[in-house]
């Protein structure tokens, strides 16, 4: 039977990739970090049951790493593409590992050992990790990563492995896959929060986005699971969230509604207020958009739990030795307040991924003004590009949450495994 390739294992690919993989085709599964799951995986509860992100993920990425029919190519990406439906030819590269994946079991006596701590790009930067690392406690592969930029070769990684897994070097690698049709998930990338340079985002050490947000809010993240103000490491007393910070806006060329985030920062502060019921929440934003089944319910327990919604977005946020202030008008009551939040949490919208534009030129397919992937048709269920054999699921095509993006890994996945039978129906004549 004829192999697909799905580019981008975040929820939306991988499900893309075990619908397929169950229905007997071989997947090769393209993802450019060194481990599956995407932002999912990043995430502490989801909306609206607030079940554990994980829970739900990592046997899902478990299952991935064990199918027969799943070919994983981590750090990897498309650098070209040729052909047409039913006969394509995907050139990937492989970037360097610098630990040979045969032999590495996973044990992180490397990382232990490593002196070498950097910034941290999966804890949204509030961690650290080390030169060589696991990309997070679940990864799939479940092994380590050697980052030449910041490794120093003091050696002692070399030393601490049984198995003799580390490399001083690997060399980059490029390999032809023969596929029938190729589906693209390569996701999202959040808004630049600095763009917004009145909310004075890496200047102020209180202001913070909802993924950073996420990642203290998570046992498994840097401060253990709990929410501490980067300036002092109290417990904040008033936590304020300000939304669509990057969407509906003109001035930063993002029109679009990022769908998600009226969402994310509703659970943020019913755990905020589960966890710490005398802490002030507020909820500043410019319309609620509560759309899916359960949502408006979840809405209605926020309030309920005494959480405080301000329709309007503050002018900016000031500060001075007593803290920081913000100034916000009530849109519905006229009233302006002066709010004094301890920690203020950017409510960051969805950008498209950032190597798109270079994806659709060599795939052929067309972009929207927004930079999102464009389907044939108008709706926002539709996973075919305009060109025959490629589809796109989940938020590459346009902002979602999990279950829509899943839908969409399981629908696009459907149209893949269609255009299979047919070559198969072709080669037998
Ligand atoms: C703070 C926050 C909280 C959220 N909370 C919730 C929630 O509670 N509930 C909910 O339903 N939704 C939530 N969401 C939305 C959720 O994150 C998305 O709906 C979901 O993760 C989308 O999955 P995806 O697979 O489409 O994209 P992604 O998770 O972005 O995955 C895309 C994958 O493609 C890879 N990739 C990108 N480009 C390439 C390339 N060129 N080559 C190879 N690989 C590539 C990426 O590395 C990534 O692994 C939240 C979002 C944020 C920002
Ligand atoms: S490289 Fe060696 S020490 Fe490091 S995790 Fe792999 S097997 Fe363990
Ligand atoms: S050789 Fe590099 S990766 Fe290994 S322990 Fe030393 S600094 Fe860390
Ligand atoms: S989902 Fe809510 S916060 Fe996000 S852009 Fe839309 S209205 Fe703004």
Known sequence: MGEVAVIGAGVAGIQAALDLAQHGVRVHLIEREPSIGGHM????????????????????????????????????????????????????????????????????????????????????????????????????????????????????????????????????????????????????????????????????????????????????????????????????????????????????????????????SIKNAILLKEKHPEMEVTICYMDIRAYGKGYEEFYERAKGMGIRFIRGLPGGVDADDDGMTMQVENTETGEVYILRPELVVLAVGMDPSPDIDRIASELGIALEETGFVRTREESLWAVETIRPGIYVAGTASSPRDIPDSVTLGSAAAMRAFTDVLRAKAQQNG
């Open 41 to 264: 995986a990043q995430l502490d509860k989801t909306f609206p049951t607030n079940d554990c992100s994980m829970c739900i993920l990592s046997p899902k990425m478990a299952e991935v790493a064990r199918h027969k029919n799943i070919v994983l190519h981590t750090l990897t990406e498309v650098v070209r593409i040729g052909g047409e439906v039913g006969n394509f030819t995907v050139t990937i590269r492989r970037s360097p590992r610098n630990v040979d994946e045969s032999l590495c079991n996973g044990c992180g006596d490397c990382t232990r050992i490593c002196p070498v701590e950097v910034y941290n790009r999966f804890d949204a930067g509030i961690g650290v990790r080390k030169a060589i690392y696991k990309p997070q406690p679940q990864a799939i592969p479940d092994i380590v990563v050697k980052d030449r930029e910041h490794c120093i070769e003091c050696g002692l990684c070399y030393d601490v492995c049984g198995p003799g897994a580390v490399m001083k070097e690997e060399k980059e690698r490029l390999e032809d896959l023969r596929v029938v049709s190729v589906i693209i998930a390569t996701g999202y990338t959040l808004f630049d929060a600095c763009r917004k340079a009145q909310y004075r985002y890496l200047l102020l050490p209180d202001v913070i986005t909802s993924l950073e947000l996420e990642r203290m809010m998570n046992a498994s993240g840097p401060t253990g699971g709990e929410i501490r103000r980067l300036s002092n490491g109290k417990i904040p007393s008033h936590v304020i969230f300000v939304q669509c910070v990057g969407s509906r806006d003109v001035t930063v060329e993002r029109p679009y509604c990022s769908c998600v985030c009226c969402m994310f």
